[in-house]
């Protein structure tokens, strides 16, 4: 087991690395204590060696590695990647490219929604992941044996799995099935989140405007805090707080350190004056410029039986794909397709479409109907 610690290790291991295909990553990193999550470990492999890159080395750079990331020419397999992509997407301010994610990969192979690396191993290669070093503090040093294994375990049954989901995926010809997705992670959009949208992630029943205004206000005021300080939202205030404050925003010192999980001295301070400030944004910003949610209206009377039927013929397209429905159309889509036959939803596009949304439609034209045959259900075709 190769453990890179210098730089000039660090750049020859990567000068190899950029010879082959592809590669498979993984990264172990603590994200309890702070906002940006601490890269801890690099774990990377090819088809002949493995090795795992100590970020927290004294002195070391991962400019090498950064330089492998975005070689065209080698593709990079994570397993439900989407937060070793958000960290080298921080660390670097580049997202990994090209990429192959083997959760993602394995939905449009017919194994499960989000299925896990686990199970995914398992049943690919038969093996069995020691799981002892999972929630493991990978920030102290030095790092045990069983650590380590359980780190290169992780890219060195990557590769087998890698490799027989891309075989399958060749010869059902889905590769572009898989393509549409990967350009989702791997545009940089999609881990940056403007602090003004940070509200969206509080769940709240209230959609009032003016309490809508007051909450983005003061959520984007949190984000701001929260990434000058690097540390988590909830250690500047927690959703909660938030949520009573834009539901009674308190108008000075007094009436802020009132509001629970607020003390006075916090009102008093620097943090206080600015969460005032914010709440105060919030409550003059124009009526028209106020967040808005349409409420989620019932469907139509009658709709409900279609949903089921469609719901049945997803089910149905998808297992004799084998491809996790999930993938296909979720079920606000479902109701999307039912109300609207030019609805903007991806179940009405590309191979989508072509799996299900084309029959999606033909149902609601009736065009086509269930029959049963025996436990089976099949389509027919109506005159």
Not at 64 to 81: I, R, S, W
Not at 124 to 142: H, M, N, V
Not at 316 to 333: D, G, H, P, T, Y
Request: with cysteine; charged share 30%.
């Amino acid at each position: 087991m190769q453990i890179v610690t210098k730089t000039d290790d660090l750049e020859i291991l990567c000068a190899r690395l950029s010879e082959y295909s592809y590669v498979t990553i993984d990264t172990e990193f603590l994200r309890e204590s702070t906002f940006w999550p601490e890269l801890c470990l690099v774990q990377i492999a090819s088809d002949d060696e493995s090795a795992i890159i100590d970020p927290l080395a004294e002195g070391i750079s991962l400019e090498p590695l950064f330089k492998l990331l975005q070689n065209p020419n080698v593709l990079k397999v994570f397993h439900a990647g989407r937060q070793d992509l958000e960290i080298f997407h921080h660390l670097s301010g580049e997202v990994p490219t090209p990429i192959f994610d083997t959760q993602v990969a394995a939905m449009v192979c017919g194994y499960g929604e989000s299925v896990g690396y686990d199970t995914l191993v398992a049943s690919l290669t038969g093996a069995s992941i020691d799981k002892s070093s999972r929630f493991t503090d990978w920030s102290r040093r030095p790092l045990s044996d069983r650590q380590l294994t359980y780190a290169e375990a992780d890219v060195t049954h990557l590769r087998v799995v890698y490799a027989k989901l891309e075989e399958k995926l060749r010869t059902t010809e889905r590769e572009d099935w898989l393509a549409g997705e990967m350009k989702v992670l791997e545009t940089p959009e999609t881990y940056l989140v403007p602090p003004e949208n940070s509200w969206k992630r509080i769940k709240s029943r209230n959609n009032k405007p003016r309490f809508l205004a007051i909450l983005q206000a003061i959520a984007a005021w949190r984000e701001n805090q929260a990434h000058r300080q690097n540390i988590p939202r909830n250690r500047i205030l927690r959703d909660e707080a938030l949520l009573e404050i834009a539901s009674n925003p308190p108008s000075n010192e007094e009436k802020l350190s009132h509001v629970r999980g607020i003390g006075r001295k916090f009102a008093d301070g620097k943090m206080g004056a600015g969460l005032l400030a914010a709440i105060k944004t919030g409550k003059e910003l124009p009526e028209e410029d106020c967040p808005f949610v349409a409420q989620k209206t019932p469907l139509p009377k009658g709709m409900g039986p279609l949903m089921d039927l469609l719901r049945v013929l997803l089910k149905m397209r998808c297992e004799e794909n084998e491809v996790a429905q999930k993938l296909v159309c979720s079920s606000a889509e479902l109701e999307k397709i039912a109300a609207d036959d030019n609805a903007e939803v991806p179940a009405l596009v590309g191979w989508r479409f072509e799996m299900f949304g084309k029959d999606a439609l033909a149902l609601k034209a009736g065009k086509i109907a269930f029959t049963a045959e025996g436990r089976k259900i099949r389509l027919i075709t109506l005159e």
